[in-house]
Structures are given as C-alpha cells and as structure tokens.
C-alpha cells in the first residue's frame, strides 16, 4: 500500500514539474484584466470563442474601451475551403478548411503584441451522396476550429 502510494506522489512531482497545465483556462497577465475586442465581425465564431476564453481566463470584458482598458483588435477572421482532391469524374472528395487569423494587442498607446498571424487547417471528405451531413460536418469543424484558434490566441496572450 506504501509503495503504491510513494508511486502515486512521484508521479504527481514529475508531472508538476515538467510544466504540464491542464488545457482551459490560462492565467493572463494583469494587462489584460479588462479587454476590449475590436472586431469587424463581432459575431463571429473565433470572436466568440475568444471572448469566452479570456472571461474563463479571468479577464473582464469592457464595452467601450475606457482609458485603461488593453484592446485586442481582430484585423483578419476568415475561413477558406480549398479543394484538395477529385474523383475520376472530376467531382470534388477531398477539403481542406483553413482559418486564418491576425490580432494585434495594444493598451495605453502601447502596443503589446504586434499584428500577428495565425493559421489552422482541417481535411475532411466530401461525399455528394450525404451532401446535408457534409455541409454539418463542415460547419463542426468550423466551429472546432474556431475554438482551437482562440486557445492559441488565448497561450500567447498569456505569455505577454
């Protein structure tokens, strides 16, 4: 029973050390206690997701920005399908979903973080026959990417 437990303790020790962080929430640094997102498309999934990601993160979301509010401006928010691959019929099966994204930080006049890029992509498969349960499976991982989007954007925000 002792060992078992010294086992269960190291284990606990190594991975503490290592730096492994549950995923979800991250601690953001006292600049971004209150965020204003500036967007064109305030509506949008990754803008959505991120402002759900910083609120879990701790940070307070203020409309309008005030004097000492930290802005993160969402410049660039799109997604694009490409065709990947086509049958002997010339009918697409293949996708590739990429969503692409530029935000720049800035508090005070500062800017904290310039413009920078960030880009995710998913294949998925096309199938005419299912062509209803193609168009979900689209809009999913959508949305799933939208969400990873905002975790990266999220990771790098803590690290300012």
Do not use: W
Request: with cysteine; aromatic share 4%.
């Amino acid at each position: 029973m002792k060992l078992s437990a010294v086992l269960c303790l190291s284990l606990c020790g190594l991975l503490g050390a290592c730096g492994f962080q549950l995923q979800g929430r991250q601690s953001l640094p006292a600049a971004l206690s209150a965020v204003n997102i500036d967007a064109k498309d305030r509506q949008s999934s990754f803008t959505q997701a991120l402002r759900s990601a910083l609120v879990t993160s701790g940070a307070r979301i203020v409309e309008p920005a005030a004097a000492d509010t930290t802005i993160v401006q969402i410049s660039k928010d799109a997604v694009t399908e490409r065709v990947l691959t086509v049958s002997s019929r010339n009918i697409p099966t293949d996708y590739e979903l990429v969503y692409d994204v530029e935000v720049s930080v800035s508090s005070g006049g500062k800017e904290l973080l310039p413009a920078e890029k960030f880009s995710l992509s998913r294949v998925y498969s096309f199938d005419e026959t299912r062509l209803l349960a193609k168009e979900r499976e689209k809009d999913i991982l959508t949305e799933a990417l939208a969400r990873d989007m905002a975790s990266v954007v999220t990771r790098r925000l803590s690290a300012l």
